[in-house]
């Protein structure tokens, strides 16, 4: 499992601390912070360049379920499991994030159960064997211990529930990238924890306590940084001239989502 950084894991603090400073996706608008024009902007951007995202969610599957999702960050996801009828429960470390995400919950009018925590030791405030779906999307890869993660996890999901997670891919373009110079894994710099799997160390991950009914890989970011982040959608000269069904066969084989449906073992 290589990680951004070397030496000792960084803390659990500083993960907090890097998230606090800028959580995930804040950027996604430049209407006034927590207003309804802004969290429909953030929403619009995210699955406009992360389209896979509400197909991998299956939001609408999980009316009158109940959901956990392990890093709920400002809460785009949450708000669209809610909107469908699931009875949402959310942990988060951040609490600039979590802070955003319930501001959200509040503008639209929709109920929920927030708690500021760690994905490690998630069990020690929620009840055991209690959740239908498990939820986590980008999250564990940037806890120091995983393995802890998915254990606690395991004591919360109900016995015939689900859990669908994304992980960083090792064997994928923007890992390629990475390791080459020319790209980060976060939008941000000096992001603490950013472990990466293959396909074996996912099933390694998970071993004893879920089995993996599914996984596949997907998203590539093909946009020019600079423009994007002026809200200009220019793909990059390479992909721009790729036709769209070969760029679709380099997402399945060398996308940096890996995005795992398992039942608790």
């Known amino acids: 499992m290589p990680s ?15 998230w606090n400073r800028r959580p995930c996706n804040v950027r996604h608008s430049t209407s006034n912070l927590g207003t309804r024009e802004y969290f429909d902007e953030v929403e619009a951007r995210k699955y406009f360049v992360e389209p896979h ?27 669209n499991f809610a909107r469908q009828g699931a009875d949402y429960s959310a942990i988060e470390l951040s609490q600039a994030s979590l802070d955003l995400a319930m501001k959200r919950f509040d503008v639209y009018g929709l109920t929920g159960s927030f708690h500021l925590g760690n994905a490690e030791e998630a069990d020690r405030l929620l009840a055991p064997s209690t959740f239908d779906l498990i939820y986590s999307f980008g999250v564990i890869h940037h806890t120091p211990n995983p393995r802890a993660a998915i254990e606690a996890a395991r004591r ?54 879920f089995d993996i009914t599914q996984m596949r890989q997907d998203h590539i970011f093909p946009y020019i940084v ?31 989502h890996l995005l795992i449906l398992a039942k608790p073992c």
């Open 53 to 79: 995202i509400p197909g991998f969610a299956d939001f609408a599957r999980w009316r009158g379920k109940r959901v956990l999702e392990i890093g709920c960050g400002i809460g785009t996801d949450a708000v």
């Open 156 to 209: 919360l999901i109900a016995p015939d529930g689900e859990l669908r997670i994304m992980l960083y891919a090792a064997n994928s373009w923007k890992a390629i990238m990475i390791d080459a110079g020319f790209d980060q894994p976060e939008a941000q710099s000096g992001c603490p924890i950013a472990f990466t799997y293959t396909r074996d160390q996912a099933h390694g991950l998970l071993d004893g306590l």
């Open 4 to 18: 951004v950084h070397d030496g000792p894991s960084p803390s659990l603090e500083a993960v907090a601390a890097y």
């Open 226 to 256: 600079e423009k994007y982040i002026r809200y200009e959608y220019e793909p990059t000269p390479w992909f721009k001239a790729m036709p769209a069904e070969m760029f679709r066969a380099l997402e399945e084989r060398l996308g940096w």
